[in-house]
């Protein structure tokens, strides 16, 4: 698959035009090429629709608008200096809570989403009439509801009850002009929308097939249990909850982590390796939106070098300070050692930075716990030769772990003797997780912790978006969905000891020794099941899966949203309302379009 471009094969008519000399003739039309929905009936065809769903997903993971979506004002994520807004933007509305609902960001799930599940209706409903063996078709078929299970699993996180009638009946395909909403009564809409999910997603599960295959991102049965896992527990929360919910998302959860073997998965050794490039497909990845690092026209970026909205992968950008500000040592020099902006560490575009929260207390830990160095950049290499520094060689600064080592190493005063030849910024320097963030000290240059996990050096231009694929089900998310759910049901010995599998992971560096290893994680490690608690297990969520796109849906499905933005992220906690932000807004287009004159009982409470 990640050698196919995934062409967007939604039906349509061609029509050749011709006019006829002299200016009294009348335009004629006469249609040479016509595709009808009868392509999706046709072997081709249907294999054809099920690649273009696969290929929707790229505008929903890793783009700028829904990398905005899924972290920005939340306790992890606050607005670097260069957050933008405006139509195609509107990132500043995301990190500090004014948004409205004209935003582009808030547009692209909306309307990328409900064409690809009116897609989905059709092949779901045609499938009977294609001409594929039946093992094969049972397959396209799961592919096909888990794709629309995860579209609209995705809307529901945000926007609360959506449509599955687009005009022609539940989960039924439309092909005419629609210019309704059903979205009413909203209390059963979304009973039905949960129950639609979970029943695409338990389809998928017994249907696909064991594993995905080795060197691309196909769906297999350990996709599909995890994100059943999820669903069930999204539900769990919600006022569609069943009293079984926590049980089956354990169940679902556990029936992978019982049989990696039979799965194809597992956790790799250490935690950096998970995003390392060029180790994408490792078994710890269940399943990613496809993307071919290198290859632009593969990943539908046609043209890299525009603005953000395509299917690239923004989120490479999108958490880089500004490295190439950085000065020789004390600030002292004109020397800016990667004033050259280099493909390995993108364009420092400032969309967003750590929250203090984030760095200073989920974080807290960075020698035990190897998950703060194997998600964040901590050191430099020059780009630019000069100034005593060699392009490609030289360190040309590290972003300390604490303020002692940045001391320790820059010298203890300005007249003092330097133990090193390059620059160390201290913790205190950053921008937003220092002294900066009150404005008692002054940030170097805008310049904060960076992400390295979608770091991609085949991109060819420092300024181009990532094309490596986005990752949405890992493994170790698994043991943290079924601890969660292993919590909730009263087994908090059960909860504890899967979460410390990912801490026993997460004490490992590669060459480092067993006894090493154990040393640290007796540091880590949980040592009462009394100390497994919702909030401990979203601390958890943060240090495994940071900046991966969970972060908002996490905390606002678990009602945590408002409380942990309250406390942790100064940006955001002015403006954010109870009974509001939990949900994101209809977009205006969309009640523009209604008939209906009464629009605002679609919309969703506050906005």
Not at 100 to 125: H, K, M, Q, Y
Not at 302 to 329: E, L, Q
Not at 344 to 356: A, D, E, H, S, W
Request: aromatic residues 12%; proline residues 6%; neutral net charge.
């Amino acid at each position: 698959m990640k050698s196919k471009i995934y062409k967007l094969l939604i039906a349509s008519l061609v029509l050749g035009m011709i006019v006829a000399p002299g200016c009294t003739k009348k335009l004629e039309e006469n249609p040479y090429t016509v595709f009808s929905v009868d392509y999706f009936k046709t072997a081709g065809g249907f294999r054809s629709g099920v690649y273009s769903l696969y290929s929707g997903m790229r505008y929903l993971f890793g783009p700028e608008g829904a990398v905005a979506m899924g972290v920005a004002g939340t306790d992890e994520w606050a607005m670097g200096d260069q957050a933008r807004a405006g139509a195609a933007g509107d990132l500043t509305t995301f990190c500090n809570y004014t948004l409205d609902n004209t935003g582009g960001s808030i547009l692209t799930p909306w309307n990328r989403s409900f064409n690809n599940i009116n897609l989905a209706n059709a092949l779901v409903e045609f499938a009977s009439e294609v001409p594929i063996p039946d093992a094969e078709k049972a397959v396209l078929l799961g592919e096909t509801r888990f794709l629309r299970g995860l579209y609209y699993l995705n809307l529901v996180q945000y926007f609360g009850a959506v449509p599955l009638d687009l005009g022609s009946g539940e989960l039924k395909f439309n092909q005419t002009a629609f210019q309704g909403f059903n979205r009413l009564p909203l209390n059963e809409i979304f009973v039905k929308d949960y129950q639609a999910i979970i029943d695409d997603l338990i389809f998928a599960t017994q249907n696909l097939p064991d594993k995905r295959p080795s060197g691309e991102f196909k769906l297999s049965k350990a996709a599909a249990f995890h994100l059943l896992a999820k669903a069930y527990l999204h539900r769990a929360y919600s006022a569609a909850k069943q009293t079984s919910d926590f049980q089956n998302a354990y169940n679902a959860a556990m029936t992978v982590v019982n049989d990696t073997a039979k799965y194809g998965c597992g956790l790799i050794p250490a935690y950096a390796d998970v995003h390392k490039p060029g180790n994408d497909y490792n078994k710890e990845v269940l399943f990613s939106i496809e993307r071919v690092p290198g290859n632009y026209a593969a990943s539908e970026v046609p043209n890299p070098d525009g603005i953000s909205g395509t299917k690239g992968m923004d989120a490479s950008n999108d958490f880089n300070g500004n490295y190439t500000a950085i000065r020789a040592p004390l600030n002292t020099s004109s020397t800016t050692p990667v004033g050259t902006r280099t493909v390995q560490y993108g364009r420092p575009i400032r969309r967003f930075c750590p929250t203090p929260w984030l760095y200073n207390t989920a974080f807290a830990d960075k020698f035990n716990d190897s998950r703060y160095e194997g998600s964040f950049r901590t050191v430099y290499i020059s780009s630019q030769t000069g100034g005593g520094f060699t392009s490609g060689t030289d360190t040309a600064f590290m972003m300390a772990l604490t303020n002692q080592i940045a001391d320790s190493l820059n010298g203890i005063s300005p007249a003092g003797p330097r133990l090193k030849p390059y620059r160390v910024v201290a913790p205190r320097e950053f921008y937003f997780v220092g002294g900066s963030i009150d404005g008692s000290q002054t940030a170097t240059s805008n310049m904060y912790p960076c992400m390295s996990k979608y770091e991609d050096p085949a991109r060819g231009v420092a300024n181009y978006p990532g094309a490596r694929p986005f990752p949405v089900c890992k493994f170790s998310e698994t043991y943290l969905l079924a601890a969660e759910a292993a919590m909730q049901l009263g087994n908090l010995t059960g909860a504890m000891d899967l979460i410390n599998v990912l801490k026993k992971r997460a004490a490992f560096r590669t060459g480092m020794s067993i006894a090493e290893r154990d040393i640290r994680y007796d540091k880590i490690k949980l040592t009462a099941p009394a100390q497994v608690t919702l909030d401990l297990i979203l601390d958890e969520r943060t240090r495994e899966l940071c900046g991966e796109s969970t972060r908002w849906p996490d905390l606002a499905v678990r009602g945590k949203l408002i409380e942990r933005v309250q406390l942790y992220n100064t940006d955001a906690a002015t403006n954010i309302r109870a009974n509001k932000h939990e949900l994101r807004p209809i977009p205006k287009s969309q009640l523009d379009a209604l008939t209906d004159a009464d629009k605002a009982k679609y919309q969703n409470p506050g906005y």
